[in-house]
T-cell receptor
């Protein structure tokens, strides 16, 4: 068990470009979350997958954001036409289940800077 | 009203003292409560989870939950400089799959 892995660790892009981030959850976890965190704030929920199904998406998320988890294993988060306001740490978390197992295990995050 | 509220701090305590961190939440239906520790530049790390009213102890950490008052707290006994971090409170949102985080309380343990 190597924990939740995210790639890349850092991404610098120009406004208007598209970016894609990858998350590999803990292998036996079927629940996967994407969160976004800016300086001085707590993580903000973006979307949730149970296996390959995207069951919830934040209403705050614009149409420029899309996420997939094609085979119920790794997930990708794509941001199209990036804006400076998208600059943040993008965190992926996985969870083994419900009840006492609903704890979130976070990856190291991808720090996005939009110039 | 924010869904999960925490005092941003910083909360400064001397080494060896008890640090008390507090969190209030707005949805009475919430059932799952978590405390995460986040060092600067790192991702959140789970410290404690609590689901029932009362206290739950794990080593130097005690989580306290009072659903009637919509209040959850974290006590850190014998605080160490290595405990200096931001502590995030997270609460489930009933009827959804998401967890809402507070803005965190920055704790400084002074040697």
């Amino acid at each position: 068990d190597t924990g939740v892995s995210q790639d890349p660790r850092h991404k610098i892009t120009k406004r208007g470009q598209n970016v894609t981030f990858r998350c590999d959850p803990i292998s036996e976890h079927n629940r996967l979350y994407w969160y976004r965190q800016t300086l001085g704030q707590g993580p903000e929920f973006l979307t949730y997958f149970q296996n390959e199904a995207q069951l919830e998406k934040s209403r705050l998320l614009s149409d420029r954001f899309s996420a997939e988890r094609p085979k119920g294993s790794f997930s990708t988060l794509e941001i199209q036409r990036t804006e400076q306001g998208d600059s943040a740490m993008y965190l992926c978390a996985s969870s083994p289940g419900q009840g006492e197992n609903e704890k979130l295990f976070f990856g190291s995050g991808t720090q996005l800077s939009v110039l | 009203q924010k869904e999960v509220e925490q005092n941003s701090g910083p909360l400064s305590v001397p080494e060896g003292a008890i640090a008390s961190l507090n969190c209030t939440y707005s949805d009475r239906g919430s059932q799952s409560f978590f405390w995460y520790r986040q060092y600067s530049g790192k991702s959140p790390e789970l410290i404690m989870s609590i689901y029932s009213n009362g206290d739950k102890e794990d080593g130097r950490f005690t989580a306290q939950l009072n659903k009637a008052s919509q209040y959850v707290s974290l006590l850190i006994r014998d605080s160490q400089p290595s405990d200096s971090a931001t502590y995030l409170c997270a609460v489930n949102v009933p009827g959804t799959y998401k967890y809402i985080f507070g803005t965190g309380t920055r704790l400084k343990v002074l040697a």
